[in-house]
Structures are given as structure tokens and as C-alpha cells.
């Protein structure tokens, strides 16, 4: 089992900037792809942005691509979305899952653990 835990959300203007993190307990998150998904009011969860076990491979969401960055820590154990250039409809909630295989995929069934969302408003 992985526990999740997702944090840095919070109230925005737009054009600023937000770091989500997602800390990994009971295993060790270098053993999965992990994946950032988001969820706005009244529409279903869509993928944002996606890496592989070693961090060698990124994938983004062609609205969040050149102002989102996926990165990780091993060591720590930890998933960071670095969010750049905030606007209006990136507000929602924000969660991060992790997907035990090689490379992150953008299916939402393909990943076996979920965290339980940290929410980010951005006002315009």
C-alpha cells in the first residue's frame, strides 16, 4: 500500500505561481510512475501532467504545457508540480496517484493509489 498525501494548494492570483507536493508513505515511490491529475468544478478529472520511475521521461497536458513542471525526489520520496503563469481555469482540485508502471500514462485506471486532493483557486 502507498499513501498519498498532497499539499501547497491555496488562493492564487493569476499570473502567480504554486508548488503541489505529494509525499509518499508505506512504500517507496521510486517503484512507480506517478501521475498529477485535477478536477474543476462540474467536469470530470483530467490528466495534467505525468513521470516516469527515474524522472528521465515527462508528459504534459497540452494546457498546462510551458507552465507546468513535474519533478521528483526519490530520496525524499516526494512528487512536485512546480505551476507557473496560474490562470482562471486552472483552478481545481488538484491530485496525484501513482501507477506502478515504467512510464506515466494519462488513463486515470491505470493508477493504483490516489491522493486525497489539495485545492488551488486561482482569481483572475
Known amino acids: 500500500q502507498v499513501q498519498l498525501v498532497e499539499s501547497g494548494g491555496g488562493l492564487v492570483q493569476a499570473g502567480g505561481s504554486l508548488r503541489l507536493s505529494c509525499a509518499a508513505s508505506g512504500r517507496t515511490l521510486r517503484n512507480y510512475a506517478m501521475g498529477w491529475f485535477r478536477q474543476a468544478p462540474g467536469k470530470e478529472r483530467e490528466f495534467v501532467a505525468g513521470i516516469s520511475k527515474s524522472g528521465s521521461t515527462t508528459d504534459y497536458a497540452d494546457s498546462v504545457k510551458g507552465r507546468f513542471t513535474i519533478s521528483r525526489d526519490n530520496a525524499k520520496n516526494t512528487v512536485y508540480l512546480q505551476m507557473n503563469s496560474l490562470q482562471s481555469e486552472d483552478t481545481a482540485v488538484y491530485y496525484c496517484?501513482?501507477?506502478?508502471?515504467?512510464?506515466?500514462?494519462?488513463?486515470?485506471?491505470?493508477?493504483?493509489?490516489w491522493g486525497q486532493g489539495t485545492q488551488v483557486t486561482v482569481s483572475s
Open positions: 496517484a501513482a501507477d506502478g508502471r515504467l512510464f506515466p500514462t494519462r488513463r486515470q485506471d491505470n493508477y493504483d493509489y
